[in-house]
């Protein structure tokens, strides 16, 4: 192998590290996003499925903003962010909220997420 081979296979190793660690950043920024929609998600499954001689859909609301709180999205879910329908055997939330979360450095960008839970009401 000589001196140009060895050169262009360094050049190449340097590159796909750099991509690597782009990715990984990348990886580190927005998984948190998506995880604590999860997390919401799947605690506003359980809300939903609250007897309705318990609580009525304005203490409903009540739980669900503080299942928000837990979850890391106290600052981007309010009230007006979710409905609540409760019908003879079921209730339906669903609930819309944006988060912004950086991407790269100087490189932001917009999340919309629409959570909807549709449970029996036990």
């Given at each position: 192998?000589?001196?140009?081979q060895e ?52 203490r409903i ?9 837990e979850s ?51």
């Amino acid at each position: 192998m000589n001196a140009k081979q060895e050169g262009s296979a360094r050049l190449s190793t340097f590159v796909w590290l750099v991509i690597f660690i782009a990715v990984g950043y990348v990886i580190y920024n927005i998984a948190p996003v998506y995880y604590a929609n999860y997390s919401f998600s799947d605690r506003l499954t359980q809300v939903a499925r609250t007897g309705r001689g318990f609580a009525t859909d304005d203490r409903i609301k009540e739980m669900i903003l503080k299942e928000a709180d837990e979850s890391g999205l106290a600052g981007y879910i309010m009230q007006s962010s979710c409905r609540v329908n409760t019908q003879e055997h079921r209730r339906i939330i669903t609930c819309q909220y944006q988060r912004e979360a950086k991407i790269l450095p100087n490189w932001t960008r917009m999340f919309v997420f629409n959570v909807h839970a549709d449970q029996p009401i036990l």
